[in-house]
């Protein structure tokens, strides 16, 4: 017997690394043998898609050769060994048999350049190798055919979505197979479980009640969260408001599932990872490296910031990236890039078949991530998969295009809301101003919101004029480092035991999900979304014990405009509305007034509406495989942002910067961990600029290895007010 090699480093040959791929294809049958998928299809997928690897010009190159340029990808060889008589006699169809040789042929998506000749003439020499080559798990699925009738596969055909429901239901078995043998190839590839068991998350639940009865014995679920734990078997959407216990709802719903617990903010995100995580007051504190991940751009960071609970992060890192954890916490673009379906999208749709999805603050998205996610969620329903929409505001919008778009769920009766009033609000007609805050400083823990970076960074020149170092001010132009560091001052300043004064000026970073209960807000009007959000900053989960507690100014208002910020329609008719507000608000008057300025009918003719649709048809318009995966990210990404060092940080960390530059530059397995490392303590100095301040000449690069360099931008830069681009008239753009 020959010895083939399928990997060289480590040494592994066909029959081994087959074998790896058998072992987590019993453990994803054995945990998720409900998934539509044929399963027999798929171990004859398993037990073929890498003996292609037989030809002599791959065996050269895993031996230590040089790769020939007459090697023809191992995966459009590997058809070869495809039994498809043995299929035909069994009694499966033509359409069926083609789904398992192109499973097997685009496991790996590589560019055709080869001729059909030359494809024709390696099909044949592969015969010598196959009559050296044994290996007993392919029992009477030994098969080796030279020629393949075309009826059966076609080099360059592929399966597409169809405009019919057959030929889209093969098309979604195809997706199943594709994409859970590219699943169980890549687990096998990094010697890991493709799955890990949900066996522990009801029971998890089930003791944090009991803690709660050691000091209440009364103590039980909150209505929204028993009824979230009725409906597991529902898709559903749910508005309720802050201190309703959202996260246990959720988990609730999830039960011992699959699941994927999405938020707009990485911000928030790690809150909700260290909730369920911690190993100390997390809900799941046992095994959690088996059991919960975190998956944003910044993964790897967070895990080194969690390194004493982390026996191995290289691993952990693995499991997060390759979805093979039970319950994982991540942003939408980690997930729902899928809805392009670009060459290879098919493991996150087909993982998605037997997985649960929770989507938090859906209010919180911008018309492109609402649309994908409107279009992520038709397919996730189409594959079998389950979600839930928990939102404390709802725009009527959403359940509409959920509609429009064939997505069927049930929505909650009636919202969870309580009659408590945390608010009274007046609305002031001037433009925001600092000697109208400054009367309110008397013991206060004050939060300013403003509209735009310049607002904010003007507010703040001119309160810290007046108060010093009491006034802080965060918004989204700082570097990661100076970020973090004001987040975390946020958080203490704003923790609801905080006693002593301040003032924070902000932007719309510190809407969504952020633990902060300051006593007096001060805002512009942005839209009734966005200022129900900043409300919930101040009085978190207060009843309401003074007069007036929001301060609203609705004059003068900044990033309202056409590519600003704010829809100019939908502040205008926010506005309208607030006209009618003044003193105490409840939760329900809010939602009312939710409904109807986020109505569809009053959104009609919206700069908003309009971007939400167009956006739907831009991604519905792309023809499946017609984009690559990194077009893809870039488009998902929105990368209008640009990863940029600020020069004024590049010079006075010149040293350090380059140090890690150079450990970047590193080559080698050996030197991953050290890479990562230093690409973590790098992005420190990192922030992302919108692109339309990163202007030609603005920007300097620096070459780290050939594919990657780094950006210094040309502009001023303070720990105290961020980035100041030299035509600061863009900072009215951005918050």
């Known amino acids: 017997m020959n010895r083939y090699l399928a990997k060289s480093n480590p040494e592994e040959t066909i029959q081994e690394h087959t074998d790896n791929l058998l072992t987590n294809y019993k453990i994803l049958q054995e945990i998720y043998p409900e998934i539509p998928v044929n399963w027999y299809f798929l171990k004859l997928a398993c037990l073929t898609h890498d003996l292609g690897k037989m030809n002599v010009y791959f065996q050269e190159k895993v031996s230590g050769g040089r790769r ?3 090697e023809i990808p191992h995966n459009y060889l590997s058809v070869a060994f495809v039994p498809y008589k043995k299929l035909k ?45 044994t290996y007993g798990a ?8 030279n020629r393949i009738p075309s009826k059966y596969y076609q080099v360059s055909v592929r399966i597409f979505e169809g405009g019919n429901a057959q030929s889209f239901e093969l098309f979604i078995q195809y997706v199943l197979l594709k994409g859970l043998l590219n699943r169980i190839d890549f687990a096998a590839s990094a010697y890991i479980d493709v799955e890990k068991p949900n066996d522990f998350l009801e029971s998890a639940l089930n003791d944090q009640l009991e803690t709660f009865r050691q000091s209440n014995p009364a103590a039980d679920w909150k209505p929204l969260q028993k009824y979230m734990y009725a409906h597991q078997q529902d898709n559903i959407i749910v508005v309720a408001e802050t201190g309703m216990g959202k996260t246990e709802a959720g988990l609730l719903w999830l039960g011992n599932n699959k699941g994927f617990f999405t938020l707009p903010l990485r911000t928030a995100i790690n809150a909700i990872y260290d909730r369920l995580a911690s190993s100390e007051t997390g809900i799941i504190r046992e095994n959690v490296t088996d059991r919960v991940g975190l998956l944003h751009s910044e993964t790897y960071g967070q895990y080194l910031q969690r390194e004493k609970d982390i026996q191995d992060i290289e691993e952990y890192f693995t499991k997060t990236r ?93 919202d969870f809301i309580s009659e408590r009033v945390r608010h009274s609000l007046e609305v002031v007609h001037e433009q925001i101003n600092s000697d109208f805050i400054s009367d309110f400083y008397d013991g206060n823990r004050i939060l300013v919101i403003c509209n735009t970076v310049r607002v904010a960074k003007e507010m703040y020149e001119k309160l810290e004029k007046i108060y010093g170092d009491e006034v802080k001010l965060i918004h ?39 633990d902060i209960d300051f006593d007096l807000l001060f805002t512009e009007l942005s839209d ?40 100019p329609l939908i502040h205008q008719n926010s506005r309208k509305a607030l006209q009618e507000v003044g003193g105490p608000i409840s939760e329900a008057e809010k939602l009312a007034l939710i409904d109807r300025v986020y109505s569809t009918e009053a959104l009609a003719g919206s700069d908003y509406y309009t971007a939400v649709i167009d956006n739907i048809d831009y991604v519905q318009s ?114």
């Not at 392919?138 to 055919?145: M, S």
């Not at 004001?486 to 003032?503: R, V, W």
């Not at 966005?530 to 100014?553: I, K, P, S």
């Open 68 to 70: 020939n340029k007459k």
């Open 89 to 133: 006699e069994d009694g499966y169809s033509k359409e069926e048999i083609q789904l398992l040789f192109q499973a097997v042929a685009r496991h790996h998506e590589r560019d055709i350049h080869f001729t059909l000749e030359e494809w024709s003439s390696e099909m044949q020499k592969l015969e010598q190798e196959w009559n050296g080559f």
């Open 138 to 145: 392919l029992g009477d699925n030994r098969a080796y055919r």
């Open 322 to 414: 390759q979805m093979s954890l039970p319950i994982t916490v991540c942003t939408l673009d980690q997930l729902f890039d899928f809805v392009f379906r670009y060459a290879g999208f098919e493991p996150k749709l087909a993982t998605l078949s037997y997985s649960k999805v929770i989507i938090d603050e859906v209010q919180m998205y911008s018309p492109d991530l609402l649309a994908y996610l409107i279009v992520g969620l038709s397919y996730i329903q189409k594959v079998g998969g389950q979600f839930a929409i928990l939102t404390a505001t709802l725009p009527g919008i959403i359940p509409d295009l959920l509609a429009k778009n064939d997505v069927s769920f049930t929505r909650a009766e009636e």
């Open 476 to 514: 989204s132009q700082f570097i990661k480092r100076d970020r973090n560091a004001k987040s975390d001052a946020i958080l203490a300043d704003g923790h609801k035991t905080s006693e002593g004064p301040c003032i924070w000026v902000a932007t719309q970073v510190v809407e969504a999900s952020l």
């Open 528 to 567: 009734l979304n966005g200022l129900f959000q900043r409300m919930g900053r101040c009085y978190r989960n207060r009843e309401l014990d003074v007069a007036t507690n929001v301060y609203v100014f609705d004059e003068k208002c900044s990033g309202i405009g056409k590519n600003s910020v704010i829809d």
């Open 622 to 735: 792309f023809h499946t495989y017609e984009l690559d995966k990194k077009t893809v990210r870039e488009k998902f990404r929105n990368i209008n942002s640009v990863s940029v060092i600020p020069e004024p940080v590049f010079d006075e960390n010149r040293a350090e910067i380059e140090g890690y530059m150079a450990e970047m530059a590193m080559k080698g397995k050996k030197n991953r961990r050290r890479r990562m490392v230093a690409r973590t303590k790098l992005s420190e100095f990192m922030m992302d600029a919108p692109g339309y301040i990163v202007k030609k000449g603005d920007e300097k690069k620096i070459k780290i290895t050939k594919y990657e360099n780094i950006s210094v931008f040309d502009c001023e830069y303070s720990s105290n007010l961020g980035i100041t681009p030299k035509d600061k008239s863009q900072e009215e753009l951005f918050f």
